[in-house]
């Protein structure tokens, strides 16, 4: 088995996308998006994506299909975004199961009001109470 970490070229986004099919119908937007992935003998089995918003970085899309999970490829997705676009802070919404994860990476839980107003937003279903959307904003700076 041979694996390959790297960013996506704009043209594999749709892959990308193929994947998201399974995570929500996520479509890629080239003009603001970085994805990352993990290849697996020539496929794609594992994403994150990093979205520049006007007031910061966001990181979602990770995902990794169930027939690929247990083998560390979101971690190797995620440590290959962060290697790339980590100089600036990442913001995130973490589901709740996956809070202990993300720490490992590095990143530290916020208050809502803490995050940048453009990627606050997207959350706002949720009416300031994230939590009981399952989702916990973290930061790593």
Not at 46 to 68: I, K, N, W
Not at 103 to 110: C, K, V, Y
Request: aromatic residues 10%; neutral net charge.
């Amino acid at each position: 088995m041979r694996l390959i970490v790297r960013e996506l070229r704009r043209e594999e986004f749709k892959d990308a996308e193929k994947i998201w099919i399974q995570y929500r119908g996520q479509k890629a937007d080239p003009a603001v998006e970085r994805i990352f992935g993990v290849f697996e003998d020539g496929i794609l089995v594992s994403t994150a994506r990093c979205t520049r918003h006007p007031d910061g970085l966001e990181m979602d899309c990770v995902f990794t299909p169930e027939t690929h999970r247990g083998r560390g490829y979101a971690r190797l997705t995620v440590e290959a975004l962060l290697s790339s676009c980590g100089e600036t802070p990442i913001y995130i919404h973490s589901t709740l199961p996956l809070i202990s994860f993300y720490t490992s990476l590095g990143f530290s839980r916020i208050e809502e009001k803490q995050m940048p107003q453009t990627i606050r937003d997207r959350f706002l279903f949720c009416f300031g109470e994230m939590e009981g959307c399952n989702a916990i904003p973290m930061v790593r700076s």
